[in-house]
């Protein structure tokens, strides 16, 4: 059966490359819009791998990835940060938060492909 | 023993005098006239005078000793001969003597009178010393007085000296000033002119003093013997100060508050100085150390002024440069999408044409924020051109509704019009008012999810919220409203006055709802105030907003403030009275003989712009209490008779203070309604 991917993010036109690519290399993709719908797909789809945005309405990247890092059901879902604030600082909230990885927009497909097939790779 | 000088020929008496005296002097009939008696009362300096009466005119002697001696408490005695004697230079005796003279009574007299005398002149000191005290006093207050009228350290400086000088009398007086990165200034007052060894070594001695100052502790601020500048104030004259002049007396204190010094002071005095000396010496350095603080605030802030201005002015350039450096990949970025998605480079399937579509829409949204940037920069450096023209501003605000009811169509939200059929004609720029109406209906697009709704809503005639306080006067308070309500996320209450703040949506961070950057609402400010027009936010947090947008029924004078502006920036103390007809210029001149409009020395030009203008402007400078009566009866009557002599017209007053609107208002009444008794 293939790897299901959650898509957070605020932006469809991300979401929908994303999936269109991911979906080109064999894995099922959810996609979530705002942080509220991402945290309830998490935890409803149980995901092989969350790809999670920081600046959300409603509920930031963050929060989500605090509340599913600290529930012993969801911890060991990979969850790879994408985000626009690059700088150091904020790669540190980043992994205090407990993301498994961190990545900067704008990024190359293949970078973020190379990254999923880490966590989730046949 | 008093010092005694006696007038007789008696030479009993005489002898007997010098016996009670220290040292005594007669004057002889023969060969002394009143001139030598001066000229020997001037030498002497007696204690004592005593006139026998039985001297050939005696009585000049009496009248003349006091004068003579110069000294207000010599004791006159007149010694009696005949009781009967009618003597009319009584008022000029201190003691009268009678013979024949008893010895025991002459010692008596002699001893009390010298006692007087004495007492006398202690009293005359006493009073000398109390006189240089209240002078001393009198330069104090005057010196401290003056320190608060000035924050410019140099003049700081001179004041302090200047004061000193008056209360000490100094020679030579060194002061060190502290500046930034280890200057200094030397200033340097010398009652004669100074030799360059001697200046030499005084600005090397005020450094090592001021240096020796902290003792073994840390010297805050150092000073670079190199980089002391000396201004110096000397007396020319035939003397010249050289390093003798350092053996004389010296008063040194820092010049500090708590723990901030600001420098060290030196003053040197060939005479001793006195314990009242050394007092104002303290009070005044102690004085002038506050007001040295607030110079080098002021320095400092001022500085600071001039660079933030500059980092701003980089800041702006920079957004400028960057935006137009982006603009450009943009271009051929667009062409490339727009030629594979014809079809011109090959077939393209339906997901490519989805795919390009998308970027499609990116490129043109990044460039819209990149136009943003553009013109904030373009609004902030005064390069944004108006092209304002008096026109129907209805088919503006249906231009955009038409541009935003589909994209609501497609979100799935209700738009809703309810816009008035006429008008009317504002002065306007037309494009401006399109993007001031972009914004907000694209923000309340935004903002607002599925199935909500958008209303754009207009009011003719509408007065504004009061708490919108207006650059400008509008005398008919006319507006057109434009109201956007939505039924969006809203705006926290505590948010609301920072929404029209540069980059506000990105200072809140991590609650990021949708896409821009921030930037919209304070373009649609900035364009909106050239305007004339206001704005005013309502909101409830996830309940919606209503942004509502006022424009101005008057707009012409636009034009006029416009012309005002530059001429007002050019001569801040002159009032204007913009006028039409060459009758009014009449009233230009009256109030000119009243004073209420003065010309500056820098005098300027009226500029009287040609034309059938239908609005008049007056400007009032500085409102002065004696212009007030003059106002009251001639501006109301002007206003009236304008109303009167033509129709439409409108009348925009503008004071340069708040107080002093209210006080005008107060005194024709609100202004507004001596425009609606007109109409």
Not at chain 2, 177 to 204: D, F, R, W, Y
Not at chain 2, 317 to 343: A, C, D, K, M, Q
Not at chain 2, 637 to 645: A, D, F, H, M, S
């Amino acid at each position: 059966m293939s790897k299901k991917i959650l898509i957070v993010d605020d932006e469809r036109d991300i979401v929908e490359t994303l999936a269109f690519m991911l979906k080109q290399k064999g894995y099922e993709c959810i996609a979530a819009y705002d942080g509220e719908e991402g945290l309830k797909l998490a935890k409803e789809e149980a995901p092989d791998l969350i790809i999670l945005d920081v600046m959300m309405p409603k509920i930031n990247g963050y929060k989500i990835c605090r509340l599913l890092k600290f529930d012993t059901k969801y911890k060991e879902i990979p969850i790879i940060m994408v985000t626009a604030r690059g700088q150091a600082q904020d790669i540190q909230i980043g992994e205090e938060t407990g993301a498994d990885e961190y990545i900067t927009k704008p990024f190359e497909f293949n970078e973020l492909f190379d990254t999923v097939q880490k966590y989730v790779g046949e | 023993m008093a010092k005694i000088f006696v007038i007789s020929k008696d030479e009993e008496f005489k002898s007997l005098a010098s016996k009670f005296s220290s040292e005594s002097r007669f004057i002889d009939y023969n060969n002394k006239d009143t001139f030598d008696f001066i000229e020997e009362i001037k030498n002497f300096r007696p204690d004592i005078i005593i006139v026998d009466s039985a001297y050939d005119s005696y009585e000049n002697f009496i009248k003349l000793g006091k004068t003579a001696s110069n000294d207000e408490n010599i004791q006159m005695v007149l010694a009696l001969h005949d009781e009967d004697k009618n003597i009319d230079c009584m008022s000029y005796v201190d003691g009268i003597i009678k013979f024949p003279i008893d010895e025991d009574i002459l010692k008596t007299i002699l001893n009390s009178h010298m006692k007087t005398k004495r007492s006398f002149d202690k009293l005359a000191d006493n009073n000398k010393e109390l006189s240089k005290s209240l002078y001393q006093i009198n330069a104090l207050y005057n010196t401290s007085s003056q320190f608060a009228g000035t924050l410019n350290k140099d003049d700081l400086c001179n004041i302090m000296l200047e004061g000193l000088n008056r209360i000490l009398s100094f020679d030579i007086a060194s002061v060190l000033i502290l500046g930034q990165n280890k200057s200094a200034v030397l200033h340097i007052n010398s009652l004669c002119e100074i030799s360059k060894t001697l200046m030499h070594a005084l600005k090397m001695r005020l450094t090592l003093k001021y240096n020796n100052s902290f003792e073994d502790e840390k010297i805050p601020f150092e000073v670079d013997f190199r980089k002391i500048k000396i201004v110096e104030k000397t007396k020319p004259s035939s003397n010249i100060y050289d390093l003798k002049i350092l053996n004389y007396n010296t008063l040194f204190a820092p010049i500090k508050v708590g723990d901030n010094f600001f420098g060290v002071i030196e003053i040197i005095k060939k005479e001793p100085f006195s314990s009242e000396d050394v007092t104002c010496f303290q009070t005044i350095v102690h004085q002038v150390a506050l007001p040295l603080r607030s110079a080098t605030l002021y320095e400092e802030i001022k500085e600071t002024n001039i660079k933030l201005e500059k980092l701003e002015k980089i800041k702006s350039e920079f957004v400028s440069v960057v935006s137009h450096e982006l603009r450009t990949p943009l271009t051929p970025i667009n062409n490339s999408l727009e030629i594979v998605l014809s079809g011109q480079a090959g077939e393209i399937s339906d997901d490519t044409k989805n795919f390009i579509n998308m970027a499609k829409r990116n490129v043109i949204r990044l460039s819209g924020i990149i136009e943003d940037l553009l013109d904030l920069s373009r609004v902030q450096t005064g390069k944004l051109e108006y092209k304002f023209k008096k026109m129907n501003i209805k088919p503006s605000i249906d231009l955009v509704c038409q541009t935003f009811k589909q994209s609501a169509q497609e979100k799935n939200i209700n738009f809703e019009e309810n816009i008035e059929d006429d008008l009317g004609e504002y002065y306007i720029d037309n494009r401006r008012i399109e993007q001031i109406l972009s914004n907000i209906i694209s923000n309340a697009l935004k903002f607002t999810s599925e199935k909500g709704y958008i209303k754009v809503t207009t009011k003719k005639n509408a007065r504004p919220d009061d708490r919108l306080v207006s650059p400008v006067k509008i005398l008919d308070n006319n507006y057109l409203k434009i109201s956007i309500e939505d039924s969006g996320v809203g705006i926290k209450e505590e948010d609301i006055p920072k929404i029209f703040d540069k980059f506000s949506q990105v200072e809140s961070s991590l609650a990021r709802n949708t896409g821009g950057i921030g930037l919209g609402l304070t373009i649609t400010k900035q364009l909106l105030d050239t305007h004339f027009g206001l704005v005013s936010v309502e909101s409830e947090k996830d309940k919606g907003s209503v942004f509502n947008i006022y424009i101005p029924n008057y707009s012409q004078e636009i034009n006029f403030r416009m012309e005002l502006n530059k001429t007002i920036l050019k001569a801040p103390n002159l009032g204007l009275i913009y006028i039409r007809q060459e009758k009014d210029c009449n009233f230009i001149q009256k109030l000119e003989e009243k004073n209420i409009i003065k010309k500056t020395q820098n005098s300027m030009e009226i500029t009287i712009p040609q034309g059938n203008y239908e609005h008049y402007f007056i400007y009032i400078p500085r409102l002065e209490d004696s212009a007030l009566n003059f106002i009251q009866t001639n501006i109301e009557q002007e206003i009236k008779n304008l109303k009167t002599n033509s129709e439409n017209c409108n009348i925009l007053l503008e004071t340069a203070t708040k107080t002093d609107m209210k006080k005008l208002e107060s005194i024709i009444g609100t202004l507004d309604e001596l425009g609606d008794k007109n109409e």
